[in-house]
């Protein structure tokens, strides 16, 4: 598994002391609050489990798949839910917990469902962003390490099902997607 990856781009370390510094940061925005902290599954799992650890309010989390129709490397803006909230989100600050922003449209679709639901604030954290990707305006209310232009695996994220339990975040090597 190892051998599949080309660069490591931020080491386990580096993503666990940021994930302190975006967990703190909420802490002091939600105080007094009790948030809706929603992951976006599947990539987002690992993510959720330690951001909610270092966020000190009282929160609930809760879960949600969605997909876009095709199965190519790129979004076609077209969302399908695939597992729904159990929550009601009416007047609830929601907070949505995403792994990586590429072209925002994915997102851009889930916060509108998300207002239409009437929930009183929706914000997103996300670990991980491409800005240079994006097609529509979306500019996440927090977020850790934005990346260049390259197709990534590793903490959540992954190739064909695989590598989404490598600590860090990396490149995969060309021959991987090639083979
Ligand atoms: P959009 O384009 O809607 O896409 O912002 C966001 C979703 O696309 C996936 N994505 C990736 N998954 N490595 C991955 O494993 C990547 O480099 C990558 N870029 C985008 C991801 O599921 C995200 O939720
Ligand atoms: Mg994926």
Avoid: H
């Avoid at 490591?8 to 302190?20: D, G, H, M, V």
């Avoid at 954290?125 to 491409?130: A, E, I, Q, R, Y």
């Amino acid at each position: 598994m190892l051998n599949d990856i080309k660069e490591i781009l931020y080491s386990e370390e580096e993503i666990q002391s940021k994930i302190e510094e975006l967990g703190k940061q909420i802490s002091v925005d939600y105080e007094g609050k009790n948030p809706l902290v929603i992951c976006v599954l599947k990539g987002a799992f690992i993510f959720m489990g330690d951001l909610v650890k270092r966020i000190s309010v009282p929160l609930e989390t809760d879960f949600m798949a969605v997909s876009s129709y095709g199965q190519s490397t790129k979004s076609s803006g077209v969302v399908k839910i695939i597992k729904d909230l159990d929550a009601t989100v009416e007047n609830r600050d929601v907070l949505i917990v995403e792994d990586i922003i590429d072209s925002g449209l994915t997102l851009s679709y889930l916060i509108d469902i998300l207002k239409r639901r009437n929930a009183t604030s929706v914000k997103i954290v996300t670990l991980f962003d491409k800005p240079v990707r994006r097609t529509v305006e979306l500019v996440p209310d927090y977020s850790g390490f934005e990346l260049p232009d390259s197709f990534v695996v590793g903490y959540g994220l992954d190739y064909a099902e695989q590598y989404r339990n490598l600590p860090f975040i990396g490149v995969l090597k060309e021959e991987v997607y090639s083979s």
